[in-house]
Structures are given as C-alpha cells and as structure tokens.
C-alpha cells in the first residue's frame, strides 16, 4: 500500500470517528423540564370514576429519556387507591394500584396519604409492598420517600392474590422515546368506601435527549463510502 492510500485512509477514518463522537455527544446531551400543578382536587370516595388531572406541556425539545413523577396526597385509606399517568404521544404507567392488597389482606395498607416520587430508573423497592421494605410516615401519617411505581396493570378490582401474581409490566419507562409536549393525564379513584383523599399537588420531572443530527448522519454515510472508495485497489 502506498504512502498516499495509507494517509488518505487514516485522515477519512478519523473524520468517521469525529462525526461519530459529535452524533455521540448529541444523543447523550440532556434536557431537564419540571412542572408542578397543585390542583387541590378530591377523589371522589368509592367512586371507579375517579378524577383525571391534566396537563397541556409545550416547548420541550427532543424525546423523552426518562419521567419521574411526584404525589402529595392526604388523608384517605392507601389500600383504596388507583393512579396511572398516561403521555401525549404514547406510554402507560400505573402509579397505585391498591397497595398492600394481595391474597392475605383484601383491603391493603390503611396509611393516609403519600408525599412520594416514583422513579423506575434504578432500584427502588416496589410501592405495592412498601411496609415490607422499611419505610417512614410523616406527621400526617403519609408515606414518604422514592419508589418504583406499582407498575401492576390489572384491574384494581381484581381478586386480592391476582396482585401478588402480576408482575409490574406498566412503568414510566414506557414514556422512553416518545415526544413529551402535549396533554399528560393523571388519573386517580378510590375503590372502596371510608376516607376521602385529596390530592394537594402533583409534579412531572422530564429528562430528554434530541434527536441525531439528519445532517450527522448524512455525513457519517458520505464519509463511509469515501473510506470504502480509497480502500479499492488502484
């Protein structure tokens, strides 16, 4: 190989390898959005109709890398309760799903309230069994602290030991990849009768990345044929 091939080969090899670290340095370059609503609003007691809050979110760029989600609610009966959050464009996660109901207590944990964050991101113990984790309540008697979500996407009037059978399928990480500007929708109800709760305030932590450069791209396959055209045999 002449001495002209070999510095022609090396000089579009390494403009590869900077056009890769640039789409690279792209796709790894974070955004951060945050949003609280305070809504004050009453779940209406024993009701399966529930009450949806929502939020029209505009001016975010690039796709969804990951949602955390914050909930204050007071006083109420835990084990009563059902929540999920579902995107604008696609993604389903539940949040509650009578927590601590399994084939052993029909009726979950009787706890009042929460004043949690839910983050699927790493490993924080499941919500649906919190009092089997160590856990701390609040003067008010709320839950309090970071769990994964319940994640149990069953019918929350489903028989007590279907709870402890289903594995947490429906997480925030459903929302990975999606675009997050449009109406997000909080839901929540209250199955069974005795309590009423309150939901003070909620808020939506959003992580994105943008999309790789269409131009990035473009070069990097340029760049790719060139290399493939000086390596040919003159």
Do not use: C
Not at 38 to 46: F, L, S, W
Not at 124 to 130: E, G, K, L, P, W
């Amino acid at each position: 190989m002449n001495q002209k091939l070999t510095t022609a080969k090396f000089y579009v090899t390494g403009m590869i390898l900077g056009m890769w670290a640039m789409v690279a340095s792209a796709q790894t370059t974070t955004n951060n959005y945050s949003y609280t609503f305070a809504p004050n609003q009453t779940v209406p007691d024993d009701n399966f109709s529930g009450v949806a809050l929502t939020a029209n979110l505009t001016g975010m760029s690039g796709f969804i890398a990951n949602v955390t989600v914050s909930l204050d609610i007071t006083g109420g009966f835990n084990g009563d309760l059902y929540a999920y959050l579902r995107g604008p464009n696609g993604g389903f996660s539940v949040l509650l799903n009578r927590v601590g109901v399994t084939s052993g207590d029909a009726f979950g944990y009787s706890n009042t309230g929460f004043n949690v964050t839910f983050d699927d991101s790493i490993s924080y113990d499941n919500i649906h069994f919190y009092q089997n984790f160590s856990y701390t309540l609040n003067s008010d008697g709320q839950l309090t602290g970071t769990w994964a979500s319940d994640g149990r996407n069953i019918d929350p009037l489903s028989v007590p030991s279907a709870f402890a059978a289903t594995s947490p399928t429906s997480l925030l990480n459903s929302f990975d990849g999606t675009v997050p500007n449009g109406t997000w929708t909080l839901f929540l109800a209250d199955l069974s009768g005795g309590g009423q709760s309150t939901v003070v305030n909620w808020a939506l932590s959003i992580e994105t990345v943008p999309e790789p450069s269409t131009y990035a791209l473009f070069g990097i396959a340029i760049l790719l044929a060139a290399r493939k055209r000086i390596s040919r045999p003159l």
